[in-house]
């Protein structure tokens, strides 16, 4: 059974600081990892999908990288500013065609600091 | 392009009752997935549909159900509710092509249960 690790799971940092999120999962098999953000309250919106074939992805301030061998992803964080914190959470996609029965870690949670 | 729409926001229920939950996904769109968060189990993945087929099922209770309809809108169904089904219940939909669709998240509906 597939099981996602997301550490630490809660993080505070001053306005301006560079950081790194890190999601593990046990199962390599996976196709592909997508990473989202969720502010309180609120549903999950899309950050960064890495496909099967990719290895990474840029979005602005963020970077995510996949090493499917090693089981990790990580989620970098450029010049975080306050609007940053929230809740990041990290999902994997089966491997297999047409399922999209993800699984997710229990998140990060976000502040940086004004 | 609209968003993913969850219909009702909140909702309170007593045990025993029953609850109806709907979802329309992002125009064009035709697979549509449906997870349940809580504190403690994180996010839960219930089901899948895609053109009105149910392609996966998370392992939930036979108390969980759902369709979709021809115009992919979906809907899921709680009978007999209890007190752990209190939740925030999130719906994705997707183009549903073969892994490489990205997930797009509704706002999700609060379900309390009293």
């Known amino acids: 059974k597939q099981e996602v690790t997301q550490i630490p799971a809660a993080l505070s940092v001053p306005e301006g600081e560079n950081l790194v999120l890190n999601c593990s999962f046990t199962?390599?098999?996976?196709?592909?990892l997508q990473w989202f953000r969720q502010d309180p309250g609120k549903g999950l919106t899309s950050l960064l999908l890495?496909?099967?074939?990719?290895r990474e992805q840029t979005s602005g301030r963020l970077n995510a990288s996949l090493d499917k061998s090693s089981g990790r992803s990580t989620l970098y964080i450029a010049a975080s500013q306050p609007g940053d914190s929230a809740t990041y959470l990290c999902?994997?996609?089966?491997?297999?065609?047409?399922?999209?029965?993800?699984?997710f870690g229990k998140g990060t949670k976000l502040s940086v600091i004004p | 392009k609209a968003g993913v729409t969850q219909t009702p926001r909140y909702l309170i229920k007593t045990r025993g009752q029953q609850v109806t939950l709907s979802c329309s996904p992002i125009?064009?769109?035709?697979?549509v997935s449906w997870y349940q968060q809580t504190p403690g189990q994180g996010l839960q993945f219930l089901f899948e549909?895609?053109?009105?087929?149910?392609?996966n099922k998370g392992n939930f209770p036979g108390r969980f159900s759902g369709r979709q309809f021809s115009n992919s809108r979906s809907e899921m169904n709680v009978s007999t509710l209890e007190l752990g089904d209190s939740a925030l219940y999130l719906c994705?939909?997707?183009?549903?092509?073969?892994?490489?669709?990205?997930?797009?998240f509704g706002e999700g509906s609060r379900l309390t249960v009293l």
């Open positions: 999902a994997v996609y089966p491997p297999g065609a047409g399922s999209y029965q993800l699984t």
């Open positions: 549909y895609f053109s009105e087929t149910q392609r």
């Open positions: 199962d390599s098999a996976i196709y592909n």
């Open positions: 890495i496909q099967s074939s990719q």
């Open positions: 125009s064009g769109h035709r697979s």
């Open positions: 994705a939909s997707s183009s549903g092509q073969a892994n490489t669709g990205e997930l797009f």
